[in-house]
């Protein structure tokens, strides 16, 4: 048996071809697509997000959906910045769409990025414009024996919108809530106050999405500035960490039924906007969030700002991601289910 002849084999030419890098933030997969993908039209990278969602929706499911990818997959697809002293723009996808934000995404885009030479790296900081839909991003990596170890980034403003809210929600009652932006928007609920366990990702799934749909269902989400970021991205539950050093414990619940096996850089920030309209948290000031795998995200409070007329703070967001490997994933004209499929 010639098992070499499966490297050399290649599909017909009919089938297209996408070449992937896979990463994971804190245990969140992160799929970069760096092959395959069409030109996506667009001065911005919102109006790039609405043309995707528009025309590309097939792509998203066979690159994120089974039997390429899962439920739980994320990905982003690269491509050049919409700014002069950008380095590249990214869409985010997910099961459901396209997202604004991404913080594990910005970490394990620049651990890839610098990795693999995409751009050029150098020992100690190296900086990363990144362009997204909800604004510009700035990463530093951190590179030490020419591997990125660590990656920091400045994510956009994010602001409190409403504390202390409160849904009725069919099958849990009243939930309180409190809603902030941190790249997109989520409602943060004590997980104890509807009697999940952090651990529990059945259980956390059934109660965020019941939340959302409440949520969405009795309110409008509204951003000051950008209208195309004015929706519920998720529901994320806190609680006590595991290790008594750390601030508390993240488990987002996005998307389709989502649930992020990181701390979740973008709920992070949103947390950093809460603490500090509590008065809680000031400028400097730094929290350690737990995931429900246990990896760790660090959040300070690098300064505050306005978004529209709303106080607003600028968030800081550390971690670390790793690559676990390359593909090329194909995707047969003649396969009956295509573009994909997922199972819970």
């Known amino acids: 048996m010639d098992l070499s002849s499966a490297c050399r084999w290649q599909p017909p030419a009919s089938w297209r071809r996408f070449t992937v890098v896979e990463s994971h933030t804190g245990g969140e997969p992160f799929r970069v697509v760096v092959d395959g993908l069409p030109e996506i039209p667009g001065e911005t990278v919102l109006e790039r997000r609405r043309f995707a969602m528009d025309h590309l929706d097939d792509l998203r499911r066979a690159l994120m959906w089974e039997p390429r990818g899962h439920a739980d997959m994320y990905g982003g697809w690269v491509g050049p910045p919409t700014e002069p002293d950008g380095d590249l723009s990214v869409l985010f996808c997910h099961n ?172 992070v920030s949103g947390r950093l906007a809460l603490l500090h309209a509590r008065g809680v948290l000031d400028v400097g000031g730094s929290i350690a969030v737990e995931s429900i795998v246990g990896s760790v995200f660090e959040g300070t409070v690098a300064e505050t700002t306005t978004v529209g007329n709303l106080p607003a703070v600028v968030p800081e967001i550390s971690g670390s991601a790793h690559i676990v490997g390359r593909s090329e994933l194909w995707i047969d004209p003649s396969d009956a289910l295509n573009p994909g499929f997922f199972l819970r």
């Open 96 to 267: 459901e769409g396209f997202s604004t934000m991404c913080g594990h995404g910005i970490i394990a885009l620049a651990k890839v990025v610098f990795d693999t030479g995409m751009l050029p790296r150098r020992e100690g900081d190296n900086l990363l414009r990144v362009d997204t839909p909800a604004g510009r991003v700035i990463a530093v990596a951190s590179v030490a024996d020419g591997v990125c170890t660590r990656v920091r980034f400045r994510n956009v403003a994010s602001f409190a919108a409403d504390l202390d809210a409160t849904v009725e929600v069919p099958s849990w009652g009243t939930v309180r809530y409190d809603l902030a932006f941190g790249g997109a928007f989520y409602a943060y609920v004590d997980a104890a106050s509807v009697g999940v366990e952090l651990d529990d990702a059945a259980g956390l799934v059934a109660a965020g999405r019941a939340i959302k749909a409440a949520i969405v269902a009795g309110r409008s989400i509204d951003h000051p500035t950008e209208p195309d970021l004015g929706f519920l991205y998720g529901v994320i539950f806190t609680g006590p960490p595991q290790d008594p050093a750390h601030h508390s414990r993240n488990v987002c619940v996005f998307a389709d039924g989502e649930v992020d096996r990181s701390p979740t850089g973008t709920g």
